[in-house]
T-cell receptor, first 115, second 111 residues
Framework: DGGITQSPKYLFRKEGQNVTLSCEQNLNHDAMYWYRQDPGQGLRLIYYSQIVNDFQKGDIAEGYSVSREKKESFPLTVTSAQKNPTAFYLC??????????????FGSGTQLSVL | GIQVEQSPPDLILQEGANSTLRCNFSDSVNNLQWFHQNPWGQLINLFYIPSGTKQNGRLSATTVATERYSLLYISSSQTTDSGVYFCAVKIRGGSNYKLTFGKGTLLTVNP
């Protein structure tokens, strides 16, 4: 089945630690996105990538980093600089991120908590 | 930036009831999507509906772009309809990657 796989489902971070969230897709989509969801809030864009080896900051990129070495993969690192990392993180993809009428497809999310 | 307001914020129904969820937006849009987030966090794309009306089973959606609102109708609700419903839009003439989400409507359907 085609889809987006996020892992792990739950992740715990210690103070000063960097953690990496995995996102893999087999939809052959060029564009991939990372969103953060806080309780009772809408989704906010962290980073997006429209092509391999290129990515752009979204609205809340501070304290996060990404890489796009393969079309299928878009890992997100939550660095120690992110002082409030506890949230639900969602990875998404779309065909190429170039057209206004693209639909967005999501993975099942990773819940990150601070110990 | 564009404002996306969803109402009501919370809704509790008995199984079998009908409901209407509303999404108001403050600017012209060329992309509007409705999503359902189930209790386990998975978001499912329900509709792409920048204008007009679409139906999919018990769900239907209508967007009146000139009046800047969209409605999601759920008929004969089931417990599996529970979760959060999000509306998301792209501004006409804005960046094609930029989808702005509302805060969602939390729907609880009781048996």
């Amino acid at each position: 089945d085609g889809g987006i796989t996020q892992s792990p489902k739950y992740l715990f971070r210690k103070e000063g630690q960097n953690v990496t969230l995995s996102c893999e897709q087999n939809l052959n989509h060029d564009a991939m996105y990372w969103y953060r969801q806080d309780p009772g809030q809408g989704l906010r864009l962290i980073y997006y990538s429209q092509i391999v080896n290129d990515f752009q900051k979204g609205d809340i990129a501070e304290g996060y980093s990404v890489s796009r070495e393969k079309k299928e993969s878009f890992p997100l690192t939550v660095t120690s600089a992110q002082k409030n990392p506890t949230a639900f993180y969602l990875c998404a993809s779309s065909i190429d991120g170039q057209s206004y009428n693209e639909k967005l497809f999501f993975g099942s999310g990773t819940q990150l908590s601070v110990l | 930036g564009i404002q996306v307001e969803q109402s009501p914020p919370d809704l509790i129904l008995q199984e079998g009831a009908n409901s209407t969820l509303r999404c108001n937006f403050s600017d012209s849009v060329n992309n509007l999507q409705w999503f359902h987030q189930n209790p386990w966090g998975q978001l499912i794309n329900l509709f792409y509906i920048p204008s007009g009306t679409k139906q999919n089973g018990r769900l239907s959606a209508t967007t009146v772009a000139t009046e800047r609102y969209s409605l999601l109708y759920i008929s004969s609700s089931q417990t599996t309809d529970s979760g959060v419903y999000f509306c998301a839009v792209k501004i006409r003439g804005g960046s094609n990657y930029k989808l702005t989400f509302g805060k969602g409507t939390l729907l609880t359907v009781n048996p």
